[in-house]
């Protein structure tokens, strides 16, 4: 069982910024990838950033340039920095960890509980 303690969630007026961290602890050998996804209402789980093991990194289109995904491998944790945040950012924000186990080639895949995003004047 791996567990994502997430926080950083909260109300910010439009313009603002917010920082979410994501620390992964449980059992597993090696965290290969890490991401943040989102849900706003009545919609579809999309994913929003993505940073693998060797640093690399993707976005979606709507958070390019606003949104910025890093990783501190010695703590097993992941952030997210949001800034210029609009009111479609709105959402609850997912942790999610892609791992492995000693001596097994399957990866596995581990979600936050969520956070809530607001952006609203």
């Known amino acids: 069982q791996v567990q994502l303690v997430e926080s950083g969630g909260g109300l910010v007026e439009p313009g603002g910024s917010l920082r979410l961290s994501c620390a992964a602890s449980g059992s597993f050998s090696r965290i290969t990838a890490m991401g943040w996804y989102r849900q706003g209402p009545g919609k579809q789980r999309d994913v929003v950033a993505v940073?693998?093991?060797?640093?690399?990194?993707n976005y979606a289109d709507s958070v390019k340039g606003r949104f910025t995904i890093s990783r501190d491998n010695a703590k097993n944790t992941q952030y997210l920095e949001m800034n210029s945040l609009k009111p479609e950012d709105t959402a609850v924000y997912y942790c999610k960890a892609e791992v492995t186990r000693a001596g097994m080639p399957l990866r596995y895949n581990y979600w936050g509980q969520g956070t809530q995003v607001t952006v609203s004047s």
């Open positions: 940073i693998i093991s060797d640093g690399r990194t």
